[in-house]
């Protein structure tokens, strides 16, 4: 069975420091990653995927993650933190020996840039 | 473009009655899932339709959840005998046929069960 831990329920930053929100998961063969933003009221908003090649992956908002197989790791990060980047976090993980089945996510993490 | 679309916004009902979420999916993508996110929890998934194939119900919580897509198309969850544990935010996603295409989320209803 496919799993996601996103092992912190808070990230605090100060804004303009590098922020990280960690991600790792379970699955048993090759694994498509995604990472999920969702502001107050909203629904979810696509970031960044994995799914082959490079293991540093680069997506909106200047957001990246990396790939790490043998850690089954799955990070997001960003340079330098915005105020506005404050928002609930999901990553997710499919399996693509499953077909296009519905995204395993984790809990979320909440990321608080303090101004 | 137009993107997933979901109606009410908003649903407020009494314990016990039947309420209907509808679900516009994004123009072309054939798959459809249906996501509830309860206060303090992650995303839990309810129900996937796949082209004309037949749904995947596995997530449904009980029996008084259900779904349909017409046309492949508009999707209505309907939850009968509501129960004050229904209350959550309901999010509808859709995406492209393949496996490797992310999955694009509608705003969400937050259904209230008083």
């Known amino acids: 069975a496919q799993s996601v831990a996103q092992p912190e329920d808070q990230v605090n930053v100060a804004e303009g420091n590098p922020l990280t929100v960690k991600c790792t998961y379970s699955?048993?063969?090759?694994?498509?990653l995604f990472w999920y933003v969702q502001y107050p009221n909203r629904g979810l908003q696509f970031l960044l995927k994995?799914?082959?090649?490079?293991?540093l992956v680069k997506g909106s908002y200047g957001f990246e993650a990396e790939f790490n197989k043998s850690q089954t790791s799955f990070h997001l990060k960003k340079p330098s933190a915005l105020v506005s980047d404050s928002a609930l976090y999901f990553c997710a993980v499919r399996d693509p020996r499953g077909g296009n089945t519905p995204l395993v996510f984790g809990k979320g993490t909440r990321l608080s840039v303090i101004a | 473009g137009a993107g997933v679309s979901q109606s009410p916004s908003n649903k407020v009902t009494e314990k016990g009655k039947d309420v209907e979420l509808r679900c516009d999916p994004i123009s072309g993508h054939t798959a459809l899932y249906w996501y509830r996110q309860s206060l303090g929890q992650g995303l839990e998934f309810l129900i996937y339709f796949q082209g004309n194939s037949a749904p995947d119900k596995s997530g449904l919580p009980s029996d008084r959840f259900s779904a349909e897509r017409t046309g492949g198309s508009v999707s209505t969850l309907t939850i009968q005998r509501t129960q004050q544990e229904d209350s959550a935010v309901y999010l509808c996603?859709?995406?492209?046929?393949?496996?490797?295409?992310?999955?694009?989320f509608g705003p969400g209803t937050r259904l209230t069960v008083t």
């Open positions: 996603a859709s995406s492209p046929s393949r496996e490797s295409y992310e999955q694009y």
């Open positions: 699955v048993s063969g090759n694994p498509y």
């Open positions: 994995y799914i082959t090649g490079d293991n």
